[in-house]
């Protein structure tokens, strides 16, 4: 069973920057990601990353820019640098996971996520 764990949520002015941290207990996922719901919206994705084949970032056009996603010193490891932050930013922030095997591809690079971390909140004002 993979467990994804978030940190780094918080409030912020707007401008300013944030770093969220997902760490999964899993292995051999071939794509994680970050995921933002705010209140009465759908579930946004804003960032992924391929870990198999090659490695890969893809991005929102709400973030592109704004925000970047790496691998935080480990391969199941990773960290969401937000910069620029603006009110719409404001949401709850999910770490997420495809699973080995998982259908997935980077046409719609934001599907296939099954592994689901409990959002962390972030609020610009």
């Known amino acids: 069973h993979v467990q994804l764990v978030e940190s780094g949520g918080g409030s ?17 996922l071939p794509v994680m990601g970050w995921f933002r719901q705010a209140p009465g919206k759908e579930r946004e994705g804003i ?13 929102a056009e709400s973030v592109k820019g ?32 495809v699973p080995p095997g998982g259908n997935w591809n980077s046409d719609q690079w934001w599907s296939g996520f099954t592994y689901w971390g409990q959002g962390t909140q972030v609020t610009v004002s």
Do not use: E, H, W
């Open 47 to 59: 960032a992924a990353i391929k870990l198999i084949g090659g490695i890969k970032t893809y991005y």
């Open 12 to 28: 912020v002015q707007a401008g300013g920057s944030l770093r969220l941290s997902c760490t999964a207990s899993g292995y051999d």
């Open 66 to 97: 704004r925000f970047a996603l790496s691998q935080d010193n480990a391969k199941y490891s990773l960290a969401l640098q937000m910069n620029s932050l603006k009110p719409d930013d404001s949401a709850i922030y999910y770490c997420a996971a």
